[in-house]
Structures are given as structure tokens and as C-alpha cells.
């Protein structure tokens, strides 16, 4: 059994702890990941503080070539890591075309992509004021050492988010994957950090507590966190001590809303993969659909159809579209999510019992009959069972919409994009998406509203979330 290294400073550093990591699909051991002490979260910080200067201070176009080497580095270790993702994650290693799933190696081209948009994009100096007497310039300054938190269900993609735009801006970074999916990001980071000068980036694994430590560092200087609310409640809590700024993208509860004039047969397809893209695994996804009275029955029909024919098993085969849940924590959640929709007298169009055998499958499930306060609408099931729920007034979707305390994304489905936004414009969410959903990109910020976190990813107001503005003030 192959033990993996953490990456500090450059080197692989072991642990004399260890855990195991698993293979969702089958149950197998892939590895074991070292557990970090407080002491080694304590060296690595200090290696990434090392750096920092010297990196921060590095020519830009110098930082910026150093960047498309990590993108070509994810490129040639392609096939290898989105191997990693499928075995450790589950999501089928799928394709990359537009008809096909977007899987493994759709997350390990993503990691180029967001790689590739950090490292063209620019922080200009933005003169703010300016008359015969004084100019005023605001420059971007990198925080210094960030800490990175982050979840289980993109596992790599995700880590990118947080550390390339942190890097790039002239921070350095210590990251701590997700326990159920280390030994991915392990390799990913020791791939891209030999491109990178020493210190630059650094791992620590383990457990929740080897985050809580290395986030209520005092050397810690900013902190990107990814992950469920409480989780995020804590880390907010030891950022506060430090008077740290923190980046919180957290759980969602995205509603989607088919208005009385959509075409469900029309949009089933982009419907379906916004509420089960990664088995439903993703942060914004869609998890409740409101659907008007008079499209109910064709839409529920149309996704039927499509959760019917969905080929679900062990990612590594070729043709699979559909995986295990992560791990057993989720899958027990979901399976206790669909029996108290049931106990609640819901209708169970499709799937709605465990498929048994070894791995977490759990089918394509389908629910009717369900109202806002159920559990399953009202709490984050992230997994693959959407309940679609009928309303017949628009004010009333709007408003079950809005209900919650999650606000990450949404969508609003018509045919007519002028009634769509005005809709949309009135949902409290950081994204809302017409005629799709979920559909992130490199250039365009991403973050929640209300008890979805705050601060933004991506694009260059993604690039600033990970810089301070400094203002230059000059006497004329
Ligand atoms: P989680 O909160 O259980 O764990 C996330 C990470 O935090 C893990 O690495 C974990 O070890 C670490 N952690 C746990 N306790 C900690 C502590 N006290 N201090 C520091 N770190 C600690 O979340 P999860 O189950 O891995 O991820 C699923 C959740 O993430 C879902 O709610 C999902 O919606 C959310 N998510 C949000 C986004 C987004 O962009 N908003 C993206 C992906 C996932």
C-alpha cells in the first residue's frame, strides 16, 4: 500500500500517522495520506512565509509564464489525474465535447482552463482621483500567505480556485484537501509545485482539525474556505481572532424556476445536468424545481426519462455517465433526505431506494408531492435526488425561492428573456441563470449571497478578492 507525501517547501514530508482513502465505487483502498501535526502545519506555513516576498517581488510577466507552465504541466498530467478523480471522487472519467459528460477529465481541463485565465489577466493600477493639485492611485498588493480549505466534491478543481489566483497575485499557499479526497490533490500539488519555486505552494492533510489549526494561525494573512455553512461558521469565527479576510463559499439551496411559458422538452437536457451534474455533488446546483401547473406533468416526464436512461456505475469504464455519492456520510443523508420525503407522503417518480452492492450508488431520484418545509426542499440534499414541487402563481415561487437562508445560485426557465430577468433580478442570489444553470466561467465572478458565504471567485474580481488595495496618494 502506497503511502503518499505531503509537498512543503518543495519536498515530500511524510507523517507518522497516516488515513486511508477510498475508492467510492468499490470500497478498495487507493492509499493512505499522511495526517499532519500542528507542528508540520506550523513548518509549512513558515516555508510558505519564506517565499513569499521573493515570489510577491518576482517580474509579473515573470509570475505570469511561471503560470502557463502550471497549465501546460495540468495538461500533460492529464489522463493521469483525472484517474485520481474518478477512483477518489467517483464522477466518471466522461469527455470533454459538448454531448458528452462532463467528468473527470472534464475537471482536469477545467483545471487548466482556470488555470490559463488567471495567468492572462491583468491588476491595473486604477488611478481613482485626479485634478491639478493631488492623483490617487489605487495598486493591488498580495495578503502574504493564504490558507486554503476545500471540499470533497470537485476536488481538484476546486483547489485550483483557491490557490492559482492567490499565487498568481504574489501570495503563497498552504492547502488542506478534503479528507475523502487527499491522495488527488497531493499529486496535483506536487505536480504543479515543481514547476514553481519552493514554498510556493504546500500541503497539509488530514482531518477537520489540521484545517482548524492552520487556519487560526496567527501567520496566516488571508483564507480561502470551500465548503458546508457550519464549517464555514468556525472558520469565520478563528479568521475574526486574527482579523483575517476570508473568501466563504459555502453550501447552497439553489431554487430553479420554470416560468408558464418554458418548453420543458426543450430545456430537459440543461435542466437535468443542472440538478445532476457530479450526482447532484456540487455547490450550485439546482435542488428544488418550481415548475407552473400547466408544464408539471411534460416536465416531470422529460427529466424522467432522461434519469431513466442515465448508465450509472464504477467511473473507470468508459460510457459510465453517472458515479457513486463520495462517501458514507453524504449517502446516508441522502437516503435519510428521500425516506423523510416518503414519511411526508411524497410521490417517488423514479429511483428512491438504494441500489446495494459495494459503493455508494444511489439511483436518479425523482419526488413529487413535496412542499416548501419538507426536509428534502428545504434542506441541502447534494446528492441525486431532486424534488420538483408545482406552483400555479409566480409571486409565490419567487417567494419560495427567496425563503431560505441559502443564496448561492438560481435559475429562471422561459421563453421570453426579458420576463426571465425581471425574475430573476428579484431572487436573492449570487448568480441567477437563464435557460441554464450552474454554468460557471473563468472570467465571470462566482460567490454567494446570504448564508452562501461572501467574497467572490474568479474573472478579476476574483484576482482582487486575493489582493489588498494600496493607495498611492500623490501631491501634484
Ligand atoms: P465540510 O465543511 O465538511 O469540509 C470542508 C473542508 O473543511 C474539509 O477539508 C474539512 O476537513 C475542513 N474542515 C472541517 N472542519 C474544519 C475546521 N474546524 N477548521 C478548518 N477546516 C475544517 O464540507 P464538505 O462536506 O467537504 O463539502 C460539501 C459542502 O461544500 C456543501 O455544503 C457544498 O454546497 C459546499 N460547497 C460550496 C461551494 C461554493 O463554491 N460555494 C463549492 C463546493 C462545495
Not at 207 to 221: A, H, R, T
Not at 230 to 244: D, L, Q, S, W, Y
Not at 318 to 324: A, C, D, N, Q, W
Not at 372 to 388: C, M, S, T, Y
Amino acid at each position: 500500500m502506497k503511502t503518499y507525501m505531503n509537498f512543503v517547501n518543495g519536498q515530500p514530508v511524510g507523517s507518522e500517522r497516516t488515513f486511508e482513502s477510498l475508492n467510492p465505487a468499490t470500497g478498495e483502498v487507493l492509499g493512505l495520506a499522511p495526517i499532519s501535526t500542528a507542528e508540520q502545519v506550523k513548518a509549512a506555513i513558515a516555508a510558505a512565509r519564506a517565499a513569499q516576498s521573493a515570489w510577491a517581488a518576482r517580474p509579473d510577466a515573470e509570475r505570469k509564464a511561471l503560470m502557463m507552465q502550471v497549465a501546460e504541466t495540468i495538461k500533460k498530467n492529464a489522463p493521469y489525474l483525472a484517474e485520481w478523480v474518478t477512483r477518489e471522487q467517483g464522477k466518471p472519467l466522461g469527455g470533454l465535447g459538448p454531448d458528452q459528460v462532463p467528468g473527470a477529465r472534464f475537471e482536469v481541463w477545467g483545471c487548466e482552463v482556470w488555470t490559463q485565465v488567471p495567468a492572462s489577466l491583468d491588476l491595473p493600477v486604477e488611478v481613482v482621483f485626479e485634478d491639478d493639485t493631488r492623483r490617487d492611485e489605487v495598486h493591488r498588493k498580495p495578503f502574504g500567505v493564504v490558507a486554503a480549505i476545500a471540499p470533497w466534491n470537485w476536488p481538484l478543481l476546486i483547489a485550483i480556485w483557491q490557490m492559482i489566483p492567490s499565487i498568481r497575485a504574489g501570495n503563497t499557499v498552504v492547502i488542506k484537501p478534503s479528507e475523502y479526497t487527499t491522495l488527488g490533490t497531493l499529486e496535483l500539488v506536487r505536480l504543479i509545485g515543481e514547476v514553481l519555486p519552493k514554498g510556493v505552494i504546500n500541503t497539509v492533510s488530514g482531518p477537520g482539525e489540521v484545517g482548524s489549526w492552520l487556519v487560526s494561525d496567527p501567520g496566516i494573512d488571508k483564507i480561502m474556505f470551500t465548503g458546508s455553512g457550519p464549517t464555514g461558521a468556525k472558520i469565520a469565527e478563528a479568521a475574526a481572532r486574527n482579523m483575517v479576510p476570508t473568501t466563504m463559499e459555502l453550501g447552497g439551496n439553489d431554487a430553479a424556476i420554470m416560468l408558464p411559458d418554458a418548453d420543458p422538452k426543450a430545456m430537459a437536457m440543461g435542466l437535468f445536468w443542472g440538478a445532476f451534474i457530479n450526482m447532484g455533488q456540487t455547490c450550485a446546483c439546482a435542488k428544488r424545481l418550481y415548475v407552473h401547473e400547466n408544464l408539471f406533468e411534460p416536465t416531470v416526464q422529460a427529466l424522467k426519462e432522461l434519469a431513466e436512461v442515465m448508465p450509472m456505475g464504477d467511473g473507470m469504464n468508459e460510457g459510465m455517465v453517472m458515479g457513486p455519492i463520495q462517501n458514507k456520510m453524504q449517502y446516508d443523508k441522502v437516503v435519510s433526505l428521500v425516506e423523510s420525503a416518503k414519511k411526508a407522503g411524497a410521490n417517488i417518480v423514479c429511483g428512491g431506494a438504494p441500489k446495494g452492492g459495494p459503493g455508494y450508488f444511489y439511483p436518479l431520484t425523482l419526488v413529487t408531492g413535496l412542499k416548501d418545509g419538507d426536509r428534502l426542499v428545504d434542506e441541502e440534499q447534494f446528492g441525486p435526488v431532486l424534488p420538483i414541487i408545482k406552483y400555479s402563481n409566480v409571486e409565490d415561487a419567487i417567494a419560495s425561492a427567496n425563503r431560505l437562508d441559502a443564496g448561492l445560485g438560481a435559475s429562471v426557465w422561459s421563453s421570453d428573456i426579458e420576463k426571465a430577468k425581471q425574475v430573476a433580478g428579484r431572487i436573492q442570489a449570487g448568480t441567477v441563470w437563464i435557460n441554464q444553470h450552474g454554468m460557471i466561467h473563468p472570467m465571470v465572478p462566482f460567490g454567494g449571497a446570504k448564508g452562501s458565504g461572501y467574497g467572490v471567485e474568479f474573472g478579476l474580481e476574483g484576482l482582487k478578492s486575493v489582493t489588498r488595495p494600496q493607495v498611492i496618494s500623490v501631491k501634484k
